[in-house]
C-alpha cells in the first residue's frame, strides 16, 4: 500500500543539532517540531514507507512523523491523503 509521503526530510544529525540549539529534550521532539512547520509548504509523492523505519509521533494536520533507522533521518507520511483524492 502506498502512503503519501513529504519530499523533506531532515537528518538525525540536523535534528540532534536542533534539540541542542532550541533546548528540546530530544531529536524526536525537534523534528516534530521542523515538521510542524514545513509541512504545510512541502511537496509530497505517494510511495512505500520505507521498510526500517518506526513511528515517533502525530503532527497536526493528519501527519505522521517517522524516523527510517536504515538510513538515520526523519520523514512525515499521511495516510488520509490517497492518489485518488490527487485526480
Given at each position: 500500500?502506498?502512503?503519501?509521503?513529504?519530499?523533506?526530510?531532515?537528518?538525525?544529525?540536523?535534528?540532534?543539532?536542533?534539540?541542542?540549539?532550541?533546548?528540546?529534550?530530544?531529536?524526536?521532539?525537534?523534528?516534530?517540531?521542523?515538521?510542524?512547520?514545513?509541512?504545510?509548504?512541502s511537496?509530497?509523492?505517494?510511495?512505500?514507507?520505507?521498510?526500517?523505519?518506526?513511528?515517533?509521533?502525530?503532527?497536526?494536520?493528519?501527519?505522521?512523523?517517522?524516523?527510517?533507522?536504515?538510513?538515520?533521518?526523519?520523514?512525515?507520511?499521511?495516510?488520509t491523503?490517497?492518489?485518488?483524492?490527487?485526480?
Open positions: 500500500m502506498s502512503v503519501c509521503i513529504l519530499h523533506s526530510i531532515l537528518e538525525d544529525y540536523q535534528a540532534e543539532e536542533m534539540a541542542v540549539d532550541c533546548k528540546c529534550e530530544s531529536a524526536d521532539e525537534a523534528a516534530k517540531t521542523w515538521f510542524s512547520e514545513v509541512y504545510a509548504e511537496d509530497y509523492y505517494f510511495d512505500e514507507k520505507p521498510t526500517h523505519s518506526r513511528y515517533v509521533c502525530d503532527i497536526e494536520g493528519g501527519w505522521e512523523l517517522w524516523y527510517d533507522y536504515g538510513a538515520c533521518y526523519y520523514f512525515a507520511i499521511n495516510e491523503i490517497t492518489e485518488e483524492d490527487e485526480e
